[in-house]
């Protein structure tokens, strides 16, 4: 065996999903020793007391429960810490992460990924990444669009449940009975467009053979990151092909790239009749209004939404920026005069979209 040789299996999926369900499935199989780690953003761990009261198997099965924060953000060094005490048990083959239903995927493998490059010693590898898929969820409110009347929030929840998607290498679609054979197809293809590589593992009541799990090709990041419709757009496209990219499965994506800001009224407007053709847009963009912000813009079928997430590096005090440009030559070789590092950048993909339409319709909300 080498040295790392304790797999590591992160379960990620939004909440109701169903992955304390499978979890309990899991501990009740009596093939092989696993330890579980749970996390939940609660004070309150009910998905582990939950778990604790599924049977004797449990008694013989080492649970960790981490509360009061995310494990892809403020537990990161407290869950390495786990980890690595599990991982001395030599009994235990497999280590399983129950991740909080809010928990971006992409984090918590980075994460892993980084400690794993810096850590010699450790036993403990990432062996995959694991989402959670409610069926009938997606078929309801993904597929068939969440109506206008939904909560404003609800854009942001189905952004989370599309990344949890698009950064996987395995998919657990639950709750199959709930659909038809028909509508169950149609929420495939639909996962497809989003993520066209990851194997998908059909269920009822996360009753999933142990094995599938465990016995499946090793997570590779940057494989998986490559995975998403989106990476496939910034990777495939050239951006100044007249026609947008069309893949293998008849999904076309082109990214619209612009220096210039956009108007904020003018965008929102944009966004109120926005082309029901495109599946998912993603990238990051800045208003003439906020010359310090990055705005991260998502859509998900009906929802988009836009949030602030950081600040552009030429809003910068120049006291701490002529440094950083001469330390980092890179940045400086796409620094405009005007607008510094500022741009807007969005993938944007779909079906039977018109791209001409589409750029037409941004470039009237930018500012001249």
């Not at 080498?2 to 093939?31: A, D, F, H």
């Not at 749970?38 to 099965?61: E, F, T």
């Not at 969440?146 to 929840?157: A, F, K, N, R, Y």
Request: glycine content about 4%.
């Amino acid at each position: 065996m080498s040295k790392r040789e304790v797999p590591i299996v992160v379960i990620t999926g939004y909440l109701g999903s169903g992955k304390t369900t499978l979890m309990q499935n899991i501990l009740q199989q009596e093939k092989r020793k696993v330890a579980l780690i749970v996390n939940d953003m609660g004070s309150i761990n009910i998905d582990a007391s939950i778990l604790n009261k599924s049977g004797n198997q449990v008694a013989q099965i080492e649970m960790v429960e981490m509360q009061n924060g995310c494990i892809c953000c403020t537990l990161r060094d407290e869950f390495m810490a786990e980890i690595e005490r599990l991982s001395q048990d030599h009994s235990i083959e497999a280590i399983f992460v129950e991740a909080s239903g809010i928990s971006e995927p992409s984090s918590i493998a980075g994460a892993f990924v980084n400690y794993e490059e810096m850590t010699e010693d450790t036993r403990v590898y990432l062996k995959s990444v694991v989402s959670v898929v409610d069926v009938d969820r997606i078929y309801r409110e993904f597929l068939n669009s969440l109506s206008p009347e939904e909560d404003t929030e609800d854009g942001d929840i189905i952004n989370l449940i599309i990344d949890q998607i698009e950064f996987c290498n395995l998919m657990i679609l639950n709750k199959t009975d709930l659909l038809s054979a028909e509508q169950l197809e149609e929420v495939k293809q639909g996962l497809r467009n989003l993520q066209q590589e990851a194997e998908m593992i059909p269920c009822v009541n996360g009753d999933v053979d142990l094995d599938l799990l465990l016995d499946c090709p090793d997570f590779d990041y940057d494989e998986v990151e490559a995975f998403s419709a989106v990476q496939r757009a910034l990777n495939n496209c050239e951006h100044d092909d007249d026609e947008a990219c069309v893949d293998e499965y008849g999904i076309s994506s082109f990214v619209f790239e612009e220096m210039k800001p956009f108007d904020r009224d003018k965008f929102n407007k944009f966004l109120e009749d926005y082309p029901e053709e495109l599946i998912r847009t993603k990238g990051y963009i800045w208003f003439d209004d906020d010359w310090k912000h990055i705005q991260l813009f998502e859509q998900a079928g009906r929802n988009a939404s836009i949030t602030e997430v950081s600040e552009w590096v030429s809003a910068w005090p120049k006291r701490e920026l002529k440094p950083l440009l001469r330390d980092f030559p890179d940045l400086d070789e796409d620094w405009d005069e005007v607008y510094g590092d500022r741009s807007n950048q969005v993938v944007f993909i779909g079906k039977g979209y018109e791209k001409s339409e589409i750029v037409s319709q941004l470039y009237d909300c930018i500012v001249s």
